[in-house]
């Protein structure tokens, strides 16, 4: 029964078709209009130097959020990501009481951010549990830790060229972490948009029975993912401890929601199953310039909550509200 | 097969007593899908009326209209002559409707009692529920039913059979004018049906109206007083089941004379792929083996919850069995997942084709490609020209209809999904292909397609595994069935042992010589 | 049976805290002491009252995480209007502390049902918000002791039978909730939305409307406990209770509550908050330093929800007859 060609074209769109239509390019608006607004609001905003600066309003986040999207894309969740910066600091805190030199401060911030990852994950494809309370209960547990280690101290003494990550520039204005950043973003996009592995990424997030089903390693592939969760995890923790320099247990402290909103304002569905890392990106740049631009109209930080926690639930009731008043 | 109504209500009401409920002219669009265009159905006292029609008729859509779940576009709802609306599922319920439906959509986590129960408890005292009294009445339903549960157990310790009749109860425990029954006896056995129909007796009696649909012709013709027929979502016609035949039934639901023939086919059995031994598991199935040939199709007949796709998922790698070997060609091969089941050129073709078969949110080329991507990447990046062609090969020998590759599979037609689901796996070029269901929901058309093409993989050496409750389906496909009942296997008939008679025979536990 | 149905998970809990409390009699015989124990349930009276709200939401398969912040706001406002208006009297600030609470709550289930917005993600918005707020009224400043008025701060301490108001209203909550849930026709509604949402619907119960009531009982208890905190501790500012919605949640979880929805009760949640308490009130007694806390609260959330994933694990369908009747 094998007919002739009866000639299903491979697409009706075009790619960009369909990009230009998408939730991405209105946020890319979003971020031009207030980039705008920005420099008509204040003489200092177009100053390379005040920008450079802005541009660490997000980046530690977004090296995070960018992991987070896949795990957030797979229909899991992590939000142990703060404290597992926490507990990577400290074990790099404690290394430095130790007498170990940057390279060592590297691998122990790198490996403990891996196995906060892989306790996340055991828990959640080994025995089969919600990864929402897993990860409250070991966001418990990791910062606890710290706190257990380091009570209300702090350590410092972080040697001098390990300063180099969290302040360090490349050229000119152009920060060693803003450069991590972009090489982070470039490789999660290949790897999301790219690679077999993405692919598995979406089918698990959008029905995980029928991706099991078609033989794909629904387990392995979400343990990976809280892997590069956890080490993303400990790269933020090393920009972050050596950009402020010292320790404390409350590190980082409510981050975790903060990059769960940067990545869902980027359009990933947080029931899993869509999204892409350029709108990541473009969400990492709206969360800093609004930051930024609030900040040089000495508005304080808790009030730019206001606008982030707005802009969160109106990013998604506004084009749901639309579309019930269309039908009206 | 064909009996004539024998009912036993007196008093027969013919035309001049007015029906209970009535839908007239009612009209249901989805979007792209006009589900139903201006269809009739009226339900009259102390009567039943069997609704008739292939899948995607518009069944389910008038019963989800009938119990509020949907509201129509356009139409009548009477009620005693008098033009209503049920803008909610309570609003149907407080009318007097009530539905048992195919899937027993109960509670899994509360009492047998309170999801006999729920949404009209007894009250006591200020207005609170009353439990004893709800454990009461439970049971006295239950035993008016002939249903020994304890009504406070969990639903979910019942199985498939007890649930069911759980659902019955919750039917019976709503002072109820209006009964629907959609497809009750699925997962009954012969002697279950047996109550069921004394039990449809005792509502009819009562004055109660009934709505009955179901696929089997011998009990449309044994219970129900009138008939309705729907085609793809429009009213064909209606009237007293006594005089019509099923011939002309089936005329009126198909549209056309012919009975669906099945694909002439001569069978090349080789040496043998597959064997399997011993396979048990603590709740599902138990002491299952066989073994099955290239170029042979197996078929798997047996009620709806027999445990046959219980095991074929086991099978797969989905849920581990408590002991049991597979070999395939011989050797012993161990499946703990679906990816080592694939690799071992075993694939599935589920039931549940929306759950479980497609990733309906994601494109066409992309479900089919799924479980190939190791061919159509290089060193694990994606080559979507690769794709392409490879969801074209697969997806044009099997004749899909689709605007292109890129649509998403929840925007086709069963009939077509199913055709992805299929693609997917043939692209794997697999050894054993289990197909659960595969015809279950879909059109005319596509239902031969796919015998068609089942045909043709045997043919070409691939063995075939065929999970049917259709027994023309068994019987015009299989070269051989197993038969199993309560998850065991209780048959294996071949040649001139494969009738009708003896499969529902063995499926439904009935000894030697006993016949309906 | 209601017993049937509540299990033995909440016999277990209970077991579980009265050996805690046994280990630490054999050492420090004080801590059992009544008195202590009043003390103790005091002071987890805040924790108990929301995880009641809590659990009820998580029942219906949805979190609520602004419950901390709404605690917050509901306390500034009514400490603000206190310090202006020292005369209301109390039993009217418990009106506006509740009805306050109450639309916060009611604010996240408008969005939950009529716009579909998934849970988490409506109460991550609000949480942050509402923080927000009371930055806003408050302009960053604290209220203070001094400020507030005697009666104002009195109700929850004021002794009656022996126990503090405070504890008489988790008491009364624990009461009023437990016959709310098993049996009231919303009650019950709960548990079904959360345990089947598509049977729910056929049996007539309005999925979204009832997770709407989820929030807002949750909003009207968060709101209570408002007044009740700021009182009790004598002073409101933007970030009290911080982070006690991770508690709130751990209390649930501890306690049983299924977070994929329809498993739950009020006595476990009362328990799992007990558990929480009595180990908080313990560190400092048996020389563990409270830093210790956070860690042990994790550890306890995590064993939790494996123990109670194990006792639920799915059987799969029933089919052989052995089965069914071993069951």
Not at chain 1, 235 to 240: E, G, M, P, R
Not at chain 3, 97 to 106: D, F, H, I, S, Y
Not at chain 3, 246 to 266: E, M, Q, R, T, Y
Request: aromatic content about 8%; hydrophobic content about 50%.
């Amino acid at each position: 029964m094998t007919t002739p060609a009866n000639a299903i074209p491979d697409r009706l769109q075009t790619p960009w078709e369909s990009r230009l239509k998408s939730w991405e390019a209105l946020l890319l608006l979003v971020a031009i209009a207030i980039f705008i607004a920005n420099s008509f609001a204040s003489p200092y905003f177009l100053n390379a130097w005040n920008l450079s600066d802005a541009t660490f309003n997000f980046t530690e986040k977004a090296m995070i959020a960018f992991a987070m999207a896949l795990l957030i894309i797979s229909g899991e969740i992590d939000l142990s990501v703060a404290a597992i910066i926490a507990l990577a600091s400290t074990a790099m805190g404690a290394a430095v009481q130790a007498g170990a030199g940057t390279p060592v401060l590297i691998l122990v911030g790198l490996g403990t951010g891996l196995l906060c990852g892989a306790f996340n994950g055991v828990l959640v494809t080994r025995m089969g549990l919600p990864s929402i309370v897993v990860t409250i209960g070991t966001m418990s547990l990791f910062r606890g830790i710290s706190y257990i280690v380091l009570g209300d101290q702090a350590y410092r003494g972080y040697p001098s060229d390990f300063a180099f990550f969290g302040q360090g520039y490349v050229w000119w204005v152009i920060s060693f972490e803003f450069v991590l950043f972009a090489i982070i973003a470039v490789i999660y996009f290949v790897i999301l948009h790219k690679t077999n592995f993405g692919r598995s990424v979406y089918a698990i997030g959008n029905n995980p029975t029928g991706a099991l089903f078609s033989g794909i390693r629904v387990n392995r592939v979400k343990f990976i993912l809280f892997l590069l969760t956890g080490l993303m995890a400990g790269i933020a923790a090393i920009c972050l401890t050596s950009r402020l320099g010292s320790t404390r247990p409350s590190i980082a402290f409510g981050w975790e929601l903060e990059v769960v909103t940067m990545v869902v304002l980027g359009g990933v569905n947080i029931l899993g199953g869509s999204g892409t890392i350029p709108g990541v990106v473009i969400a990492a740049f709206v969360i800093g310039l609004v930051t930024f631009g609030l900040g040089l109209l000495n508005v304080p930080g808790i009030v730019m909550s206001i606008v982030v926690g707005a802009l969160l639930i109106g990013v998604i009731a506004l084009p749901r509200l639309w579309s019930q008043w269309r039908q009206r | 097969m064909l009996m004539h109504s024998q009912s036993q209500v007196p008093t027969a009401p013919e035309a001049n007593t007015p029906p209970i409920l009535s839908l007239d002219g009612i009209t249901k669009t989805f979007p792209g899908v006009k589900a139903l265009s201006e269809v009739a159905l009226n339900l009259y006292p102390g009567q039943v009326t069997a609704l008739v029609g292939e899948n995607g008729a518009g069944k389910s859509t008038v019963v989800k209209i009938l119990t509020g779940i949907y509201q129509p576009d356009g139409g009548a709802i009477r009620v005693d002559g008098h033009a209503t609306q049920f803008p909610t599922a309570r609003a149907a319920s407080d009318a007097g409707i009530t539905a048992i439906h195919q899937e027993t959509v109960l509670f899994d986590d509360l009492s047998v009692a309170e999801n006999i129960f729920i949404g009209h408890a007894p009250r006591g005292r200020f207005g609170l529920i009353d439990w004893a009294a709800m454990e009461r009445r439970s049971n006295e339903i239950l035993k008016s039913i002939g249903a020994t549960i304890d009504p406070a157990q969990k639903l979910r310790d019942l199985g498939i059979a007890s649930k069911h009749l759980v659902a019955i109860a919750r039917a019976l425990s709503i002072d109820a004018r209006v009964v629907i029954m959609d497809e009750p006896t699925a997962a009954l056995s012969h002697k279950e049906i047996q109550e069921l129909y004394e039990l449809v007796e005792k509502l009819k009696a009562q004055g109660k109206a009934i709505l009955f649909i179901s696929h089997k012709f011998d009990e449309i013709f044994h219970i129900a007083d009138r008939y309705t027929v729907f085609r793809d979502g429009q009213f064909i016609g209606e009237g007293m089941i006594d005089q019509v035949n099923e011939g002309q039934l089936v005329k009126m639901m198909v549209g056309r004379d012919v009975d669906h023939i099945f694909p002439k086919r001569e069978s090349h059995i080789g040496d043998e792929v597959l064997k399997v031994v011993g396979y048990d598991h603590p709740t599902e199935f138990a002491e299952i083996s066989f073994d099955l040939k290239r170029g042979e199709i197996l078929g798997f007949y047996g009620l709806v919850g027999a445990g046959r796709s219980e095991f074929m998922q086991s099978l797969f790698g989905i849920t581990r069995p408590s002991k049991g070997v597979v070999r395939i060609d011989g050797r012993v091969r161990v499946i703990r997942s679906p990816a080592d089941a694939v690799a071992n050129g075993i694939v599935y073709v589920p039931e549940d084709r929306g759950k479980q078969g497609a990733i309906t949110a994601l494109p066409i080329f992309q479900n089919v490609t799924l479980p190939s991507l190791g061919k159509t990447s290089k060193n694990g990046f994606l080559r979507l020209a690769e794709e392409f062609k490879l969801a074209r090969e697969y997806t044009e020998r099997l004749d899909l209809r689709a605007a292109s590759l890129d649509t998403n599979v929840g925007n086709l037609s069963g009939g077509n999904q199913q055709k992805v689901v299929i693609a997917k796996w043939l692209a794997t070029q697999p050894r054993v292909i289990i197909l659960d269901e595969p015809t279950k929901g879909i059109d005319i058309g596509s239902k031969a397609a796919v015998h068609e093409f089942m045909a043709e993989l045997a043919a070409q050496g691939l063995a075939v595994i065929m999970v049917s409750s259709e027994i023309p389906e068994i019987l015009g496909m299989s070269d051989r069935a197993i038969i199993m009942r309560e998850g065991r296997i209780v048959a294996e008939l071949d040649g001139d042992d494969l009738t009708p008679e003896t499969l529902v025979r063995h499926a439904a536990g009935i000894s030697q010589g006993a016949t309906t | 049976m209601i017993k049937s149905l509540t299990t033995s998970r909440e016999v277990l809990l209970f077991a579980a805290i009265a050996v805690l409390l046994g280990l630490i009699a054999t050492r420090f015989p004080g801590f059992v002491a009544p008195s202590n124990l009043a003390d103790v349930f005091n002071d987890t009276s805040p924790l108990i009252l929301l995880a009641i709200g809590q659990m009820i939401v998580i029942l219906t398969k949805c979190i609520d995480l602004s419950v901390a912040a709404n605690l917050a706001l509901t306390g500034m406002v009514v400490a603000m209007i206190n310090v202006a208006m020292p005369g209301v009297p109390v039993a009217v600030i418990l009106v506006i502390a509740v009805g306050l609470g109450t639309l916060l709550g009611m604010i996240n289930g408008l969005l939950v049902w009529k716009l579909d917005i998934p849970p988490i993600v409506v109460t991550l918005g609000t949480m942050t918000i509402f923080r927000g707020i009371i930055f806003l009224l408050s302009d960053g400043k604290w209220v203070n002791s001094h400020e507030m008025s005697a009666t104002f701060k009195a109700f929850p301490r004021a002794e009656f039978l022996g126990l503090p108001v405070l504890s008489w209203t988790a008491i009364l909550a624990v009461i009023v909730f437990t016959i709310v849930m098993t049996r009231t026709t919303l009650g019950r509604a709960f548990y079904a939305v959360g345990g089947n949402a598509h049977a729910a619907t056929y049996t007539g119960i309005n999925v979204g409307k009832t997770q709407f009531w989820a929030f807002t009982i949750s909003g009207a208890l968060a709101g209570l406990t408002g007044y009740l905190w700021v009182s009790r501790y004598a002073v409101a500012y933007v970030d009290i209770a911080s982070g006690f919605e991770l508690d709130v949640v751990a209390a649930c979880v501890i306690g049983g509550v299924s977070i994929a929805g329809g498993l739950g009760s009020i006595g476990g949640a009362l328990l799992g908050a007990l558990f929480l308490g009595v180990i908080k009130n313990a560190l400092p007694v048996i020389n563990i330093s409270p830093f210790w806390q956070l860690a042990i609260s994790g550890s306890a959330i995590i064993i939790a929800v494996a123990v109670n994933a194990r006792a639920n694990r799915e059987k799969g369908r029933i089919i052989l007859k052995s089965a069914e009747q071993a069951a």
